[in-house]
């Protein structure tokens, strides 16, 4: 039984590490083919990759977005969940259903929606239309972790503080805020991966600037070449690298 | 408190930092392009981009339609040039998009003579557009696995000798004008009485082949040995793996081949239409057109016949330069269906692909 | 005005933001799908409704019938399977792992999820294609004598709808695990179940509301993917997805893209409504 399970576990990394290992491994093919057999290794994929002014560009349009993103949809959950956490108002129920229910819904049809919303009203598909979007999927996320984590003994901290002649403002940015701070920064990470890897709704709602994820497609799409492999395995790198930092600097504290 | 606003205010500061450090120098002007992903290679556009000191901003787009509803969602003037399906100008023309150009002012005699398509880029006597580019949709394949005898009668797919080593290009209107050929209809021709006839065969030639893919799927497929035959390819697909595997090839089967050219033309409403024609006078250029031939998306054959002049030897050899008079000959222009006969098409070929 | 009113305005007045982003750029934009969804295309024109043409076709149609079932049959299967290989990952992981190397473990199996998605898909192909890592192995070892097709099939695309909900469901089951008090499992002992039976009476039913959750975000994700089926199943049946993308992409049929999406949303609300009952979506 002991034995099983680990035979197990090991099993199941090798299929969770399959794709990604061929992956890496092929981003080093000589040769414009990232299949077998493995022609020995080269950089210049890599070299290819970081030269390419519209991935770079593109790389940091998708941090923008996700950034941007992240913290308003932070900023909006934070406050919903405040407001809904604190009393009991009529149609609470209906409210929190209504924040929730973009969670339910498929991306793709959120970015139909917002498309031809966005074509009706003369908003031209932009970063900034993509970010709208993100913030749609991700407010959920964020509004359902916050107020997950809110309880009594916080709401007391905040009449003490109200009591004691403290401004709302106030209120929320020194008292609320700092207690929930565990899981206002798994929201805004959380938020952060899925705005970094969202496609249907960036690939739908941006025009020449475009995210990472769409630019990755465009050159799936356009040719075979194992620089589609280096690109992703350097994503892959960087987001575990800053994992690893975060793992070590931010949560280990917040851990404590 | 000071650690509280850490992760997010760093965050925005990192981002802010990047951004700042990896934006290129902004060139003074800018030319909006919607355009096939061949124009978007940056070798092509970036003599372009230096003799006029302007950023060419691309947007792909596949199928005529997807491009014109791209040009009705966007605001007049968002727009300044555009590439199009050579048989499909007139289309466009008819919702007024574009501006009549002056063929006096490209190097229409340099042309090779088929290629001008004057009866398409140019409607009541004007001139709208120019092509730029040619090919064929064919029969591409593995010449080490298949007996090449067989790829010069397009019967073969249908023989079951092929079965599941078939793969069929993702385009409905060059294969089913494929399948017209095979069955004897000329692509002219085709039309809502007779396109019935090309359910059967296209319904059969789907369960003999193992997949329906885009350019990279069908490259990759080809590339590994998975499929040894692709309908609907030609030197566009096969040219920029030659140097990987030159087994890979293609021919014009008796029963002909589909011409695709594309055309490109400057919009009405550009915000810079000097620039613009300007970039439609390089694309057509000697020097430009030998850019696009080789571009890393897809090769074809540049329209100008003065580009053999910068082309090498061994690319013009990957293009068939030499063989064009009689490829030519046996090619026909991709159909030109109206919008009825077009939704009928669609419609038969995602019934064909959920066969 | 009492202590009490001033606390419900300013509680109001903090989820007001929220609540008109959330109507502005979600409930809109959807009534005006499902308004355009009644509209058809005519030709190469929009002729806007209310009419049912589009409705009617997809009912009737057999590639658009095709597609729902297509959709639903790869949804629930790479859905079950999932569950199946997640749960005892999340169990290994939660029980049998030390307990200082558990949060290692965890972001180990949920690793891959940091690479592209995009790419990710695509790594598959490359991985079950005939000349692909996988088939050259099974070859070696004299397992198969050729290679099997694998690539371009729905196998293909449940493989790779599987790897990715597998990383999700284990992370959704292992921290519903770890909140369980050890005490129900000892408790069940000292009653003189056996360990299989511990697992099976105990655990597995108090994980349910963990797996029901992950199960239902897993179906809402699987249902209305475009990539993984478009790069992985070679175009050999089309999912709601696809042919979405297919009315836009090919023929900028917005009204019908806009049917086929309301029909794709009353799916996910009938898997919600057979869930529901076990879901606390606001506990995600």
């Given at each position: 039984m002991r034995v099983l399970g680990w035979i197990y576990l090991a099993l199941a990394y090798g299929f969770i590490f399959l794709p990604v290992g061929a992956l890496v491994l092929f981003s080093f093919q000589d040769g414009r083919l990232?299949?077998?057999?493995?022609?020995?290794?080269?950089?210049?994929?890599?070299?290819?990759?970081?030269?390419?002014?519209?991935?770079?560009?593109?790389?940091?349009?998708?941090?923008?977005?996700?950034?941007?993103?992240?913290?308003?949809a932070l900023v909006l959950g934070f406050l919903a969940a405040q407001g809904l956490a604190r009393v009991a108002l009529p149609g609470s129920v209906v409210m929190r259903g209504l924040l929730i229910a973009p969670m339910t819904v498929s991306y793709l049809i959120i970015a139909l929606g917002l498309l031809s919303a966005f074509n009706h009203i003369g908003l031209r598909p932009s970063l900034m239309a993509a970010g709208i979007g993100h913030v749609v999927i991700n407010l959920p996320l964020c509004f359902a972790i916050l107020f997950a984590a809110m309880g009594a003994h916080q709401q007391n901290a905040e009449r003490a503080a109200r009591d004691l002649g403290a401004s709302e403002l106030r209120v929320l940015w020194h008292v609320s805020a700092p207690m929930l701070r565990p899981a206002l920064l798994a929201a805004f990470f959380l938020s952060f991966t899925f705005s970094w890897d969202e496609f249907i709704i960036a690939f739908l709602l941006t025009r020449f600037d475009v995210t990472l994820p769409v630019e990755?497609?465009?050159?799936?799409?356009?040719?075979?070449?194992?620089a589609t492999n280096a690109i992703g395995s350097l994503v892959f790198l960087v987001s575990v690298a800053l994992l690893v930092v975060l793992e070590f600097t931010v949560f280990r504290k917040v851990r404590k | 408190m000071s650690k509280t606003r850490f992760p997010l205010r760093a965050a925005l500061a990192g981002t802010a930092a990047v951004v700042t450090l990896a934006a290129p120098a902004m060139a003074a002007e800018e030319?909006?392009?919607?355009?096939?992903?061949?124009?978007?290679?940056?070798?092509?556009?970036?003599?372009?981009?230096?003799?006029?000191?302007?950023?060419?901003?691309?947007?792909?787009?596949?199928?005529?339609?997807?491009?014109?509803a791209i040009l009705d969602q966007s605001q007049p003037g968002d727009w300044d040039v555009m590439v199009i399906d050579a048989v499909d100008v007139g289309r466009a023309v008819e919702r007024g998009v574009f501006a009549p150009l002056d063929p006096a002012e490209f190097p229409m005699g340099d042309y090779f003579p088929e290629l001008t398509l004057d009866s398409h880029n140019s409607v009541d006597g004007t001139t709208y557009a120019v092509t730029e580019k040619f090919g064929y949709n064919t029969i591409a394949f593995n010449k080490a696995k298949v007996d090449e005898a067989d790829m010069e009668?397009?019967?073969?797919?249908?023989?079951?000798?092929?079965?599941?080593?078939?793969?069929?290009?993702?385009?409905?209107?060059?294969?089913?004008?494929?399948?017209?050929?095979?069955?004897?209809?000329?692509?002219?021709?085709?039309?809502?009485?007779?396109?019935?006839?090309?359910?059967?065969?296209?319904?059969?030639?789907?369960?003999?082949?193992?997949?329906?893919?885009?350019?990279?799927?069908?490259?990759?497929?080809?590339?590994?040995?998975?499929?040894?035959?692709?309908?609907?390819?030609?030197?566009?697909?096969?040219?920029?793996?030659?140097?990987?595997?030159?087994?890979?090839?293609?021919?014009?089967?008796?029963?002909?081949?589909?011409?695709?050219?594309?055309?490109?033309?400057?919009?009405?409403?550009?915000?810079?239409?000097?620039?613009?024609?300007?970039?439609?006078?390089?694309?057509?250029?000697?020097?430009?057109?030998?850019?696009?031939?080789?571009?890393?998306?897809?090769?074809?054959?540049?329209?100008?016949?003065?580009?053999?002049?910068?082309?090498?030897?061994?690319?013009?050899?990957?293009?068939?330069?030499?063989?064009?008079?009689?490829?030519?000959?046996?090619?026909?222009?991709?159909?030109?269906?109206?919008?009825?006969?077009?939704?009928?098409?669609?419609?038969?070929?995602?019934?064909?692909?959920?066969? | 005005m009492s202590i009490e009113q001033a606390e419900r305005r300013r509680a109001s007045a903090l989820v007001a933001p929220a609540l008109l982003w959330t109507l502005a750029f979600f409930v809109l934009p959807f009534a005006g799908m499902v308004w355009l969804s009644l509209g058809h295309l005519e030709g190469r024109e929009v002729v806007a409704g209310p009419g049912p043409e589009n409705y009617v076709r997809i009912f009737t149609d057999p590639s658009f019938l095709k597609g729902i079932r297509v959709s639903l049959e790869i949804t629930l299967v790479v859905t079950v399977i999932s569950v199946v290989?997640?749960?005892?990952?999340?169990?290994?992981?939660?029980?049998?792992?030390?307990?200082?190397?558990?949060?290692?473990?965890?972001?180990?199996?949920?690793?891959?999820?940091?690479?592209?998605?995009?790419?990710?898909?695509?790594?598959?192909?490359?991985?079950?294609?005939?000349?692909?890592?996988?088939?050259?192995?099974?070859?070696?070892?004299?397992?198969?004598d050729e290679p099997v097709q694998i690539m371009a099939t729905r196998t293909a695309t449940v493989i790779g709808f599987v790897h990715f909900f597998v990383m999700l469901l284990t992370l959704t089951i292992y921290s519903n695990l770890v909140q369980l008090s050890p005490n129900y499992a000892r408790a069940a002992a000292d009653l003189g179940a056996s360990g299989w039976q511990v697992i099976r009476l105990v655990i597995l039913p108090l994980t349910l509301p963990g797996v029901m959750t992950g199960a239902f975000l897993t179906f809402v994700l699987c249902i209305g993917d475009y990539i993984t089926p478009q790069i992985l199943g070679g175009n050999n049946e089309l999912t709601l997805p696809q042919l979405i993308m297919l009315q836009l992409g090919r023929r900028g049929d917005f009204p019908m893209a806009s049917a086929l999406s309301v029909v794709l949303m009353a799916l996910v609300t009938l898997a919600y409504a057979a869930s529901a009952r076990w879901l606390k979506m606001d506990r995600v």
């Open positions: 990232p299949v077998p057999p493995f022609n020995g290794p080269t950089v210049k994929w890599y070299a290819d990759v970081l030269g390419d002014r519209d991935l770079m560009a593109a790389l940091v349009n998708s941090l923008m977005v996700a950034a941007a993103s992240s913290a308003v990755i497609w465009s050159m799936l799409r356009s040719g075979l070449s194992p | 030319l909006n392009a919607l355009i096939w992903c061949d124009h978007a290679d940056a070798d092509l556009l970036k003599p372009f981009e230096d003799a006029h000191d302007v950023r060419v901003n691309t947007k792909e787009y596949e199928g005529t339609a997807a491009g014109l009668d397009m019967g073969s797919l249908w023989s079951g000798k092929y079965d599941g080593k078939i793969a069929i290009y993702d385009y409905y209107l060059p294969v089913m004008g494929l399948v017209g050929l095979s069955q004897g209809v000329a692509t002219k021709d085709l039309s809502a009485a007779n396109l019935e006839t090309l359910r059967d065969p296209l319904y059969k030639l789907k369960a003999a082949s193992r997949q329906v893919s885009d350019v990279v799927a069908s490259q990759t497929a080809l590339a590994t040995g998975e499929v040894d035959v692709l309908i609907g390819g030609g030197e566009w697909l096969t040219a920029v793996l030659h140097s990987e595997n030159p087994d890979l090839d293609w021919t014009i089967p008796k029963q002909g081949a589909l011409l695709w050219a594309q055309s490109i033309a400057v919009l009405k409403d550009s915000q810079n239409p000097d620039l613009a024609k300007e970039f439609v006078k390089y694309i057509v250029s000697p020097e430009g057109q030998a850019r696009l031939a080789t571009s890393s998306c897809y090769w074809g054959m540049p329209v100008n016949k003065k580009a053999g002049e910068v082309l090498d030897d061994s690319q013009k050899a990957v293009l068939r330069w030499d063989q064009q008079a009689d490829y030519l000959s046996r090619a026909q222009l991709y159909p030109v269906p109206d919008a009825d006969l077009d939704a009928e098409m669609q419609s038969m070929w995602t019934d064909m692909l959920q066969q | 290989l997640a749960w005892p990952l999340a169990w290994i992981i939660a029980m049998r792992v030390p307990q200082r190397w558990q949060r290692l473990a965890l972001m180990l199996a949920v690793l891959p999820f940091w690479t592209s998605y995009v790419v990710r898909s695509y790594s598959w192909a490359l991985v079950l294609g005939a000349n692909g890592v996988v088939m050259q192995a099974l070859i070696g070892a004299g397992i198969i």
